[in-house]
Every structure is written in C-alpha cells, then in structure tokens.
C-alpha cells in the first residue's frame, strides 16, 4: 500500500511571477497527514490559508493563461506547474507559503521546483494514500479541441498539439506519469506563447514578468531564441498543465487522460467532471473508488510471514495472515497496478494471473502448516493442485481473502482446500496437496 507523503525540512526559493511582474519568496513546510496542499499567503495580515481544491478555485475567463486560487480578493495564480511537480513527486500534505499573489515563474518549468522539494527530503507517513480510480469515461470537447479521461490503472497522459499558423508539425505524446518520468521528461519542459500572440497579451496585462528566460517565444518559422530541451518540449509542457490542473481534485487520479489542443480551460472543465463522477459514486456507497481498502491488522505481517516462509518479492504473495488456527489460516493480499504481473498480463485491461491466485491460496496454506512447532525449519512444497474453479476476474485495488482448510496432516503430507474471495464473492477454489522437505 502507497503511502501520504510531506517533505521533512523546510525549503525555500525566490523569482519574479510570468504575469503579475512581482518578484516573489515561496517557502515550502512539512504538513501532517491528510492536509492537502494549502497555500500561505504570508504579505497579508491576516495570513490567509487557500487549500488547493476546486472549491478555490477562480473562474479561467477571469485569469486567463494560468490556474488561479482564491478566498474573497485573495488570489494566488499560476499554480499549475508547482501542482504538478507535487503530483510527480507523489507529495500529498505540504503548507506553501508565499509574499506576493503569484508563483515564481522561474525558468518557465518545474525542474526548480523538483530540485528544491527533493533537496527537503520526500517522506511517508503513516496513513494510506487516497486516489480516485475513474469509473466511467467522460469527454469534453470546444471546438478543435477535445479533452477526456478513460478508466485505467494508472496515471496517463496522451497529448495531441498542432499549430497550424507554426512551422511546428503536428505532434503526440503519450506519459505514464510518476516519479522518474515527471522528473526527467515532463517537469523540465517549458512554458511558451506564439509570437503573434505578444502583443496581445501585453494588452491584455499579462505576461508582465515574462522573457526569454522563462518563455519560450516560438514564430512563424521555429523558436525566436535559444534552443529546445525536447523536440516535443511544447507538448510536454502541455501535459505538465494537465498533470497541475487535475491535482486540484485533491489527490492522485488514476485514468488515462486523451487530449487534442486542450488548455487551461478544458482542464479544469475536465476536473469538475471528474469531481462530479465522485461525488456521485460516493453517494453511492463506493468507497472504493476513492481510497484502496486497507489491509487489517490481523495477527501475522510480513515480516512474520517472512520468518516462516522462504518467499521473496516478486513471489510473496500474501500480506497478512488474519487468522491461524489447528486446520485452517485466512490470508489477505491487496492487489495495485505496482504488482508486477498486470503489466503483461491482458495489460490494457490488467486482471491478475489464475496461477497467482492458486500460490496466494498455497503459500497461506504453506503458513498454515509450517506454523506446527513439529514443522518448523521446514519448506513446504505444493505437490498437486485439483478440481480448480475460477470464478470472476481479479482486478488492480482487489482485496483477495484467501481461506484454507488442511483436511489431513500426515507426517510429511498436508491435503486441503483453499478458496479465494473479492468482497464476499468466491472467485476461485482448488484442492491442494503439499509435501513438507527440509
């Protein structure tokens, strides 16, 4: 099971905001479990605390080009590239706290905000991560421009950009987002605008901050200054905004994210969609698709699960065993899209392996029958499996119940039968018959 993560020490950094022109200290604080990400706006007297949710959210047409949060007229703007960072980096509890109503543009990327929140140190804490799973594909569309999510088992996101008044082809992109590939393929791509569009956006009051060393200013026949760290930088800094956007949800979103020209605006028309479907389902009563189910306490780990049976990862496949008795063990194994097994198999829409299930049931029957002061030191070996049954599909966010009888001890030998369940349903069973060896 993932784990909330904070940062251990404070941090801090300084730069001038793209739009508002205002040079601007952030400092980065440790924040207990289930805090969210709240933003200090430390200037004002009152200090006033803005949680990044969408209920700060303020309306795109009124801050155009950027995410915005608020509380009456406090504002804190282009928070999208932090929010990303925080969703690459897997930090769920941080306090921001900053001196001025906009984020430091920097150089017009994330890196320096994955530089500095690495350099605090990135720590677990000890209570589960939450994520919503998306249920039900939703799609949004303006135009040439089109935007949806897609039920998966992780977090991607496909991007198709074009800009047909550029010498730039049409291009895409697809990320699966987390730790490695945000830090090294996503966070350093750059923010840029057309060079037609300049003077509009002086106009406009925008773009107060802004120069070619945090814009990538790109005309007519390619980029005006300087060179591009990715051939499709552009499109990756798009998907670096959809990835800052949707952590607005309030934590991690498992779902494969399709784009066509989107922007700022469809994103966030996509998060309160995305809000929307879990309100409802929460309505509903399923929990699930919020926060993986815990793993319960029971009476053996895996460290003392360890301590009795030879099984390593990739091949320990029980998380606890809740209960021990005589003849019979209950087991438990919690299935996430991290287990290796679902990347190959049927990987599009990932189901876990019928064998695995069988050796989930073998090795807390192993348990079961090396408890035995009589067998202790001794390895047990699945000698033949019978009469298996598979009944429904196992799926990443599973919890498997794994519950074996041993109907015959011999001195060497053990017979039972073991059954697999998902929430109460029965979805395989097989006789089982183990040879001890030492």
């Known amino acids: 099971m993932a784990l909330q993560r904070t940062?251990?020490?404070?941090?801090?950094?300084?730069?001038?905001g793209i739009h508002t022109g205002k040079n601007i200290k952030v400092s980065f604080k440790p924040a207990p479990v289930n805090n969210g990400v709240s933003f200090v706006r430390t200037d004002l007297p009152d200090r006033p605390v803005i949680p990044a949710t969408t209920t700060s959210l303020v309306d795109a047409s009124k801050r155009p080009?950027?995410?915005a949060i608020g509380r009456g007229d406090t504002e804190i703007q282009t928070i999208e590239h932090l929010l990303a960072t925080l969703c690459g980096l897997e930090i769920d509890n941080i306090i921001v706290e900053?001196?001025?109503?906009?984020?430091?543009?920097?150089?017009?990327?994330?890196?320096d905000f994955v530089r500095i929140l690495k350099k605090a140190s990135i720590v677990e804490q000890d209570v589960d991560r939450k994520n919503f799973v998306v249920q039900e594909p939703i799609l949004i569309q303006d135009g040439d421009s089109v935007l949806g999510i897609l039920p998966d088992v992780n977090f991607r996101v496909s991007y198709t950009l074009d800009y047909p008044t550029t010498d730039f082809k049409t291009q895409y992109g697809s990320f699966l987002v987390n730790s490695e590939t945000f830090e090294n393929e996503i966070g350093p791509s750059r923010?840029?605008?057309l060079e037609e569009e300049v003077e509009h956006l002086r106009s406009l009051g925008l773009g107060k901050g802004a120069s070619l060393d945090n814009t990538v200013v790109v005309g007519k026949q390619g980029i005006v200054s300087g060179t591009l760290k990715f051939e499709d930088e552009f499109l990756r800094h798009k998907?670096?905004?959809?990835?800052?956007?949707?952590?607005?949800?309030?934590f991690p979103i498992k779902g494969?994210?399709?784009?066509?020209?989107?922007?700022h605006v469809l994103n966030l028309q996509l998060l309160k969609e995305i809000e929307n479907q879990k309100k409802r389902l929460e309505s509903k009563g399923l929990r699930k698709a919020i926060q993986a189910p815990a793993i319960p306490k029971g009476i053996m780990g895996?460290?003392?699960?360890?301590?009795?049976l030879p099984h390593r990862y990739p091949f320990l496949m029980i998380d606890r065993i809740l209960e021990l008795g005589d003849t019979a063990a209950v087991g438990i194994k919690n299935l996430t899209e991290n287990d290796y097994f679902f990347a190959g198999h049927f990987p599009s829409f990932p189901?876990?392996?019928?064998?695995?299930?069988?050796?989930?049931?073998?090795?807390?029957g192993g348990v079961l029958m090396l408890s035995r002061p009589s067998n202790k030191g001794k390895i047990a070996y699945l000698m033949s499996v019978n009469n298996a049954k598979f009944r429904r599909i196992v799926k990443p966010g599973d919890q498997l119940r794994l519950e074996i009888e041993i109907a015959r001890f011999k001195t060497k030998t053990g017979q039972g039968h073991g059954k697999a369940f998902v929430e109460d349903k029965l979805v395989a069973e097989a006789d089982l018959m183990f040879v001890l060896g030492d």
């Open 239 to 250: 998907i670096l905004d959809i990835i800052g956007d949707l952590y607005l949800l309030g």
């Open 7 to 16: 940062i251990k020490n404070e941090s801090s950094l300084e730069g001038m």
């Open 65 to 67: 080009r950027r995410t």
């Open 351 to 364: 189901v876990m392996p019928g064998v695995l299930i069988l050796e989930a049931l073998a090795q807390t």
């Open 98 to 111: 900053l001196d001025g109503p906009e984020l430091p543009g920097l150089d017009g990327s994330a890196e």
């Open 302 to 308: 895996q460290d003392e699960i360890k301590k009795i």
């Open 191 to 193: 923010t840029f605008c």
């Open 256 to 263: 494969h994210v399709v784009a066509v020209k989107s922007g």
